[in-house]
Structures are given as structure tokens and as C-alpha cells.
């Protein structure tokens, strides 16, 4: 259904961004990759899908290496038809114990990079008459929680920049959602676990148990397989005017 596409995914590494640029891959789109430490490991997965990848190191807290990644990829495909804005850290602090430099960092990775990346997207895109920008924003795009002040304002500022781009290119073949996962066993949650076992002196079983119950009903975490099937859908042309959609896949948590 992709082929003959081209995906750029920030954070694709690990987790999240990992599951939707090999699901995005089996639909054969050709895929950028992003994100820090071992790359070479996501290439040869996604190499073995039979399609094309390239990776770009890019810092995604600096403009500057942003619009390297984005000119790189269209020297290299020609242009990016799907842009993925997953790229995204947590800090866990009370607002006034919350350090000054991670509020900053926050916010540059998990909001203002989508906003550069997005920028720079657009015009191709548009001249193509065909785009697909998802932003992976968080459950934390539509609800708060407590000790997470920057994640959640950056995921509301995702969800806000999601509806403003959707409107600007509605009447065009270019369309922008969010994905809102709950809970995903990721690099980032798992520090969370161990954050809370070490805390209260559990095992991971049961700090992780803890972490469910506290706020996602099904008791189970939602997967990157799952988060890449819902993006494959949003660019296939059943999602061509699902436009400013916020769409959360969280274990029934926002239902509460
Ligand atoms: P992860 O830690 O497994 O992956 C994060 C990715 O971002 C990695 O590839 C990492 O190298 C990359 N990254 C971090 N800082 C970067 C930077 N400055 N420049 C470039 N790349 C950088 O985390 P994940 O859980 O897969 O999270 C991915 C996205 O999903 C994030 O935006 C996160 O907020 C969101 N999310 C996660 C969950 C969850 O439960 N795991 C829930 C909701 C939303």
C-alpha cells in the first residue's frame, strides 16, 4: 500500500517509533530512521522487510540538526511523504522541585520538534497534493497527571499544533493526526517501573501491576505492533479525511 513512499520517524531507535517504522515498512514504505544508540540494529530489521532505510542521527532539541535530517531525506528519496513526530523523553518532578534544564529539554524534544520537523515537511508535501503527518503525542495530550508537568503541557501542545496543522491543509491531500498511547513497555515506562519498585521495594512484577492499576482499566499495555497498525491506517485511503484527530489507544485511561 506504501510503496513508493518514503516515512521519517524521530525517535525510531527503540519503542514506539521502532513499531511504526517496521509497520509502515511491510506496507513498503522506504523508511528514515532517528534516535540515539544503536542504530544499526533497527536498520538490518527494517533492511529485511525489503525496503529501503536510511538513518539520520539528528538531535531532535536542535534546529539546526533537524533541517539537516529533513534536507538529507529528500536528497536521498526525494521527498518524505510520511513524517512521524515521536521523538520524546520523560522527567518525573513536583512543579517547584522540576529542574529548569529538563522543563527546556522537554519541551524541544517533545513539542517544538514536531513543530520544526512539521515546517519543513509541508512544502513538498503539499507541491505532491499527498502527505501523512502523524504526531505521536501521549493519553497526557488530553488528561494530566501529577509530577509531569512539561510531558503533559508538551503533549497538549502536541495535540493543539496536530488540530492547527490538520485545519491549514484541509482542503488539501495532506493530512495531520495524534496517536495517544496509555501505557507502552518502553525504554521510557520501564524506568518508570523501576522508578516505582525501587521507591516502595517491589518486584518489577508488582511495581508494574501498580503502574497499570493506577490508571489504565484493561490492565494491559497498549504495543508498538498496535500503535504502527493505527498509523498504517491513517495513510492508508480509508484515513484520507481523518484530519485534527487526537486518538488515543489507552486502555479505556481517558474514558474515566
Ligand atoms: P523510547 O525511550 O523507547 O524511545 C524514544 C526514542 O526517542 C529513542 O529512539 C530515542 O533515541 C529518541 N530520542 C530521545 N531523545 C532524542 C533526541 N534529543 N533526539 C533524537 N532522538 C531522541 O520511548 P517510547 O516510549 O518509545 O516513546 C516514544 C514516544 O511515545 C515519545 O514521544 C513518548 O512520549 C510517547 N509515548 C510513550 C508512551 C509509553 O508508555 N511508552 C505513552 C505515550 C506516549
Not at 536542535?62 to 521527498?79: Q, V
Not at 493526526?177 to 525501587?198: E, F, M, R, S, Y
Amino acid at each position: 500500500m506504501l510503496k513508493n513512499k518514503t516515512a521519517l520517524v524521530t525517535g525510531s531507535t527503540s519503542g514506539i517509533g521502532l513499531g511504526i517504522a517496521k509497520a509502515l515498512a511491510r506496507q513498503g514504505a522506504n523508511i528514515v530512521l532517528n534516535g540515539f544508540g544503536d542504530a544499526e540494529g533497527p536498520q538490518a530489521e527494517i533492511a529485511a522487510l525489503g525496503v529501503q532505510v536510511a538513518y539520520h542521527g539528528a538531535d531532535m532539541s536542535k534546529p539546526s540538526e533537524i533541517e539537516a535530517m529533513m534536507a538529507s531525506a529528500a536528497e536521498r528519496f526525494g521527498r518524505v511523504d510520511i513524517l512521524v513526530n515521536n521523538a520524546g523523553i520523560q522527567h518525573v518532578a513536583k512543579v517547584e522541585d522540576f529542574p529548569v534544564e529538563r522543563w527546556d529539554a522537554i519541551i524541544a524534544i517533545n513539542l517544538s520538534s514536531a513543530f520544526h520537523a512539521t515546517r519543513l515537511a509541508l512544502p513538498a508535501m503539499k507541491a505532491a497534493n499527498w502527505g501523512r503527518i502523524i504526531n505521536v503525542a501521549s493519553v497526557h495530550g488530553l488528561v494530566g497527571s501529577a509530577e509531569k508537568s512539561a510531558y503533559v503541557a508538551a503533549k497538549h501542545g502536541v495535540v493543539g499544533l496536530t488540530k492547527v496543522t490538520a485545519l491549514e491543509n484541509a482542503t488539501t491531500g495532506v493530512t495531520c493526526n495524534a496517536i495517544c498511547p496509555g501505557w507502552v513497555l518502553t525504554p521510557l515506562v520501564q524506568k518508570q517501573v523501576d522508578a516505582k519498585a525501587a521507591a516502595l521495594g517491589l518486584s518489577n512484577e508488582e511495581a508494574t501491576k501498580l503502574l497499570l492499576g493506577e490508571k489504565e482499566p484493561s490492565m494491559q499495555f497498549t504495543t508498538p505492533d498496535e500503535l504502527g497498525e493505527l498509523a498504517v491506517f491513517l495513510c492508508s485511503p480509508a484515513g484520507a479525511n481523518v484530519r485534527g484527530v487526537a486518538w488515543n489507544m489507552d486502555g479505556g485511561w481517558a474514558a474515566q
